[in-house]
């Protein structure tokens, strides 16, 4: 019997990047930060590790970058699809299972691909994480990447279940912030997404620094 190459899989995914998600009881928060690795080498420094889905669904990746853009934008389709199908929006739940076959069905070649996918449907907010091999658990307060041992320092403290949207954006602000701080391969910048009833939203250039400013 093949056995997939889990070493290699979780060195990929290990290497770089933080992400992290909430669940708040009006829709969810997701950060990033944005400096892309090869290595000791930086690639890139305003990598984009947040990708919007849907108008109600949203998407972090880590790991391999063109086998993350693969996955969302196959993701991205089927979810239009679905609502053009059958009228109503994909639910969350739904979403991270098609995810997760996506990466089952490779396993054997696995996706490079650490994913949070969440947003917000009939039943509310949700977020799931999905590792390479396409395991899925759906969680409240989660992180990703080579900074989550940090980022997890800052949540652990901080999140409160059932926190407004507006509380917890500084959480995950601070978060991926001391994550980039210590952890040499996240770093630069940092990105935020919210979803909640009124649909995806990215915060701009001015509010992430009044937001870190903020917190100094």
Do not use: W
Not at 17 to 32: E, S
Not at 42 to 69: C, E, F, P, S
Not at 101 to 120: D, E, H, K, S, T
Request: aromatic letters at 6%.
């Amino acid at each position: 019997m093949y056995n997939p190459p889990i070493d290699k899989v979780s060195r990929y995914v290990l290497k770089g990047t933080t992400t992290v998600g909430l669940v708040c009881r009006d829709g969810i928060v997701l950060g990033t930060d944005t400096r892309a690795t090869m290595g000791y080498f930086i690639a890139h420094k305003r990598a984009k590790k947040v990708y919007q889905l849907d108008d109600h669904l949203a998407m972090t990746i880590a790991g391999g970058v063109a086998d993350a853009q693969n996955v969302v934008e196959i993701v991205k389709a089927n979810s239009k699809l679905y609502k053009y199908e059958k009228g109503v929006i994909m639910p969350v739940k739904a979403a991270a299972s098609l995810t997760s076959n996506l990466l089952f069905a490779n396993r054997y070649y696995p996706l490079i691909l650490q994913a949070l996918l969440g947003g917000v449907d009939d039943s509310g907010p949700h977020i799931f994480a999905l590792d390479p091999l396409g395991s899925t658990m759906e969680e409240k307060c989660v992180s990703t990447g080579s900074g989550s041992p940090i980022a997890y320092g800052v949540l652990e403290t901080e999140f409160k279940d059932g926190m407004a949207v507006k509380e917890a954006i500084p959480v995950v602000v601070r978060a991926v912030s001391s994550a980039m701080k210590r952890d040499s391969a996240s770093g630069d910048s940092f990105d935020v997404a919210l979803v909640t009833s009124k649909g995806y939203e990215e915060l701009g250039e001015d509010e992430k620094k009044k937001i870190l400013s903020s917190l100094s």
